[in-house]
């Protein structure tokens, strides 16, 4: 290892207003932000923990399962914070997918090791659950599992179904669970697309919940103990956030952003995400090895009539525009693809999934060279099969849509019980 987790958080990009928290750990790296931005800003919930003096955690050993989002609003990593405060005993670090410090690419994790910022022992725990789980946390020694992780929003990015692990494995160890919130970078006033059907369960979707699920962490969090328990209930604490409002997208919450996978490097990628990660269940590029990934896909041999098409439909608050790019590894590596860039005009009315599912169908209607992958993968992705025989059978946006709209229905109003936020 030849770099830190400071020296990659410090080639992490940030925007927004930054601040400081106060006289906890180490000084901030940031000079102190202006009043009116400091009034204005998102607080974490790690800050909420901090200002009540650590209290949930009093007398534990604790592990923390996090990665390089898991920042205060001045940029320091929430491990080195508590690593360096009497008040807190952190004995362990948990790393989700891409691990602790995110240098591992989709489908991959960071070999267990120590940080060597803190010494402490770092565990893996991306593909383990149930009681192999459990038995890494009885091995770390700790009494309650944190977690905090920036989630971007869709059903299937893996975070949340960590978070889910975590709290059944903590059941079963019996230890307790705190999930410190943070804002969904989407915004949070609607659930969209289908809900998964438990045949279609995986690791990018445990339970029936909708695509986009328009929800925090803590909230999915209550959820998941709510209505999916597991057979032990689990100890659950959850700290939410001030300032944050449902219908807020991240570059509103006056926090640093930092990317939480490799391919998602800014606000904008996250957005478009929901929709445009369903190529990952066609032999089309959903944009990796690009510098703007999920906002361009596309394919060799692919022309401007695919554009065309996309425009066509008129979805609200996003162009479709003519693409070319060339990706630097993953599908089509080194070759020059012709495709689609997504540009989002009016984000409030841009629906993600609706996008992504209009550029399947006309991907279909205008490239011969269109195929699933043969493992149906989209099948998971899109929680079932009717999305993959829908657009087979040359169905529209509209007709694919009406036929989730009752199973998202029946989620919007258990979600409804769930959520922390105006």
Known sequence: MTLSRRGLLGLAGTTGALGTLGAVGAAPVRPPEPAAAAADRVRTGFEQLAADGYAVLAGQRVGVVTNPTGITADARHLVDVLHADARVKLVAVFGPEHGFRGTAQAGESEAAGRDPATGLPVYDTYGKSGQQLADVFTAA???TVVFDVQ??????YTYIWTLYDCMRAAALAGKAVVVLDRPNPVGGLR???????RAYASGVGREPIALAHGMTVAE???LFNG?????QPVRLSTVRMTGWRRDSFFGE???PWVPPSPNVPTPDTALAYAGTCLFEGTNLSEGRGTTTPFEVVGAEGVDRRWAEAAQALGLPGVWFREAYFTPTFSKFAGKVCGGVRLIVHDRAAFDPVRAGIGLLVTAKRTWSGFAWRTDHWIDQLTGSDRVRRMVDAGAGVE????DWAAGLERFAAVRGRYLLYP
Do not use: K, M, S
């Open 191 to 197: 659930a969209a697309g289908p809900v998964l059907e």
């Open 141 to 143: 020694g700790i009494d």
């Open 151 to 156: 989630d971007v929003g869709a059903r299937f």
């Open 227 to 231: 209505e999916f328990p597991a057979a």
């Open 253 to 255: 919450t006056g926090l």
């Open 220 to 222: 999915l969090a209550l």
């Open 399 to 402: 007709e694919i849509a009406a």
